[in-house]
């Protein structure tokens, strides 16, 4: 009883530890975005002004031009809107044409007589204008040139004057934001270490035993199912940052194992320690369900689970729904802080997108869209929550050669541009010996062996498991 | 204690009366997982076009019982067929039993007419005896409510566990889709299964009409509120678990009455919360385990 | 390209599109909206062009979608049914009606007071019926709102019995304003367009997303760190709120109370709005309600077919009920959806037959 009180006081400085750190992570990229943000709204400002400043100037500009240039000018410019407007016709006549000619009828005649009278038209229309727009003087208003070169130059020195305005205005917004951000960092600092001081003194576990490098420790764990051993006395070890892969017969355990990290089922006995992002030690078996992905450990499924009321870029926002920090209110009545919480995720989710090569699909629904794309989703939605270690469930199921392929270069990259442990059960044979580390191989819930790809393709004890006993 | 023993005898039909109703509801949750809230209207079906075959035309009163009945098996059965079987979702479902209980109010005294009507009791008079000592009497009428309930349930679970039907309808709830690549016709089973249901609720609604001797269009209205906690006291995904919270609902009513009769419903109401705290499914019910 | 050309486009891009911008923006409907029933108010009180069965209907039918909108955001977005909509819309008219009585407050105080008492309520029946998924909400509410239906109508001073509350005043702004039976139809809608942003923002938050998971796929939910039951209760506080809020401006509109109105049925009826709807947006959930209470309270009350035989006006809304569940069963937004992408279809074939496939 005394060890279950401990294990959940632990558990909750843990959370409170992961709610600081969250907060802190919040505030250094928001920031950044709310910097863009200034950015874009100034970008679009400039760009309006400096478009007013052309529109002012431009009867000056062609005052300043001599007699036959404007009138040049101003000729090709009506006629390309008068070519412009004749396109949509040409464009009937030749649907009519083609419709009648698949009829069997002959219309070539009536088309071409359409075309003809249609550039009959523009060349009146060019003898009308340049009739208007007579004269061809070739001499310049030397005046005309002067005032324009004046206003040029005040448009140019108003222009430059507003960015200045731009910069000194954004530099101030930054400095008050970051130094709030500054202040509730201090805080959030202090509480953070308290709370890690708290978690140091009180480790659940003898750390040499963890293992200096490894990521995830699963020791002695057992599951059963109404008497029926789905994962039996099973000891493993993640080293950090490396791919594992775990294959095995049909009805291994592998899936019920996967469960069993994420506690979507409890186990019936052993430990999962877990390495977090601190460095600090934590046993699995204390976490409900839902804070496992607080821990870092996010992971895919079997069959594909999205939520397809939900466009693919608020399917990826959900994936982040435990990195955002906003409380209820805060959401409710939709303050400043929370847009700007939203405005981080969403440029996170759609540099995740196109990273992936998926980013045109950001405002679609998923269903209907292509499997693989998909499953890419699914990849994206487990990097929102910036893991520590990635779970993936059977990746490739359902994929075709090439696909597969990519989705191994992926994983790959994956691993090493976000610093995290890759975590996978498959039965693409290809696929695990491609790109895994190491592989432990399963039977019937009991560890057959593990090492490197080469040497499990070489077991004889895994062979026997695949393919029987002769 | 005889005043006790009394009470739990006075409630004896309706231990009866609900058992009836929510084998009903059990049946059509189990296969068709919609909670039939319009199961207590269509059961009044049955009980007015028992009382109107009665008075106004001269059936004897065991023939227009059996009328009634048939009538709301055919009612079902359409309903079934015509409707449920068309709406795809959960809902939607619910939602189409919400249309049906406004239909059929509404329905009913267009049909049958504004003038009341009445249903005799099948036996007359009490009968009288003596247990460890104590005077007690049951009326005989409520004796034959409840033998006849329990004789149709037991008959209803027997058909369960032993025949054709049974297999069928216990596969169709465990997995719809298997059993129909398994060649039982769900649709059939589904069909029956409302038909049943709604004969059960109209010898619910009949019988209850006899004690009572009373038909109106709200005359169940409680007892779909009772049978409701009775189906997640008993925990829903059981079959023989809501007959037994339906026989546990009206004693513990009859034993919370003697603490306060005013707030006897509200009491039960609190006990359940308390138990639905402790054990989400039910006193029957099993936890499935989820599949990921 | 020449200057004159150049000239256009830069014409083109710097032109203001404030209009689009304004129609663009999430709440323009709901603002036009309001304003046409400010409009029609006015005319009732001004003109006489409106009757007074359309003015009270209106106003009855805002009150029961505020109630409305709370379940949509129960049953659309986190997939649970209640039926105690109608029993804790009861509670909320004989809260704010008792405190109207005692107290003489600004009305924001009494919808605070009974927001707190919604959420108290909310929290407790929540936390012990939704721990299970299933129909345990629907059953509880529904035996709760029956219990609650007799506590009622017996005798106490609180809910005045069976003849009910009456002859509550009218609430005052601000400490300023006395408000009367004409004026209180701003007041509420005024509430109802605020409840209408705070449902906008539910729906487009994390919150709103993470109910849609939940009440797609749990597993998944639970992988994203979505405490189920913290979202299942916040769903049912949300419609407790809403509907004991929408009693709060029943009570102080018509000023009286009656407990047999707070049944079941009314419940029913506010689940059928929704669904009519087919959608947790406000937009749907107004159009709904209309459909459900303002079409049987302001139209088929002024056909006298419908008046002399009230019971098939009941019959017909039956009817109604089954046929959009059964042909529509996406409800009116689906319905709305699927039109405008017939027509885009039909427009686009039509260009296409007419000027051949479009140049890229």
Known sequence: MAQTNRNRLFMRVVGKRDKAYVRMEFNKSRLLVIDAQIGQKQAKDMQKQTLLARKRLYPLELAALSQADRNKALIECEMTIHRAKQSLQRRAVQQTYLRATEKGEKAEAARDAALNALDRRLTEKEAALTARYGGTDKTADKQAAEVYGERSKTEQTRLSALAEEHAKQKKRTLDTLGGKLEAQNGKLQARFREAEAQILSMCPTDPASFGEDSILNIQNLKMYFSGIKAVDDLSIRVRRGEIFGLIGPNGAGKTTLFNCITQFYKPKSGDIYYRDR????????????????????????????????????????????????????????????????????????????????????????????????????????????????????????????????????????????????????????????????????????????????????????????????? | MANVLQLVLNSLFQVGVLALTTMGMTLTFKTVSVANFAQAITSTVGAFMAAFLLRDAGFNAWTATFGGVAVCFVLGYIIDNVIIRNIAGGSGRIMITIGLIVLITAAIPLVFGLIPFSFPRYYMGNLNFTFLGMELYVSANALFVFGLSAAVLGIIFLALRFTKWGLGVRSTASNKVVASMMGVNTDLMTALSWGISSACGALAAVLYASQTSLVSITMLGTVLANSLLAFIVGGYNSFYGPSVGAAIIPIALVFLGMISGLWATALLYAIIMVLILIKPTGLFGTKTVKKV | MTLQNEYAELAKACKPHYLRRVARHPFFGYIVLMVMLVVVQLLYMFTGLISLTVSQAINTTMILAVAALGVGILLMMAGLMSFGTGAFMGLGTFIAGNLLKVFDLPFVFYLAAVALAGVVIGVVVGVVSLRAKGIHLLIITMALSGIMGTMFVLPNTFTGGPSGLSGVPFPTLIFLFDTSRETMYFVVLVVTFLLIAVTLNIINSSIGRAMLGMSQSESLAQAMGIYLLKYRVLAFVVATVYSMLAGALYVASISSSSPYTWTTALSMNILVAVIIGGTAKPAGVIAGSFIMFCLDLAILKSIPFFVENPTFSVFFMGILIILIVMKYPGGLMWMLASLKYRLQTFRTMRRLKKYGPDES
């Not at chain 1, 990195?323 to 802080?337: A, N, P, V, Y």
């Not at chain 1, 292509?370 to 990849?379: A, F």
Request: charged share 20%; aromatic share 8%.
């Open chain 1, 278 to 470: 601190f460095g600090s030690l934590v046993n699995l078996v204390h976490y409900n369900t839902h804070d496992v992905i607080r821990a870092g450990i996010s992971r895919t499924f079997q069959n594909v689970e999205l939520v397809y009321f939900l466009s693919v870029i608020d399917n990826l926002m959900l994936g982040a729904h435990a990195s955002i920090s906003s409380g209820l209110f805060s959401q409710i009545l939709r303050t400043k802080r929370y847009k700007d919480e939203e405005a981080v995720f969403r440029s996170r989710a759609m540099e995740l997108l196109s990273r992936l090569g998926i980013a045109a699909y950001a405002e679609a629904y998923p269903l209907g869209l292509p499997y693989g794309v998909l499953k890419k989703i699914e990849l994206a939605r487990t990097l929102m929550s910036n893991p520590r270690m990635i779970i993936l469930d059977e990746p490739a199921a359902g994929l075709n050669e090439s696909e597969t392929e990519e989705l191994g270069r992926i994983i790959r990259s994956v691993r090493d541009d976000f610093d995290c442990t890759v975590f996978l059960v498959e039965h693409d044979m290809n696929l695990v010996m491609g790109i895994c580390d190491t592989v432990c191989a399963i039977s019937f819930g009991k560890m057959l062996a593990v090492g490197t790809p080469e040497e499990i393709q070489g077991n004889p004890v895994v062979q026997e498991a695949y393919l029987g006993v002769e």
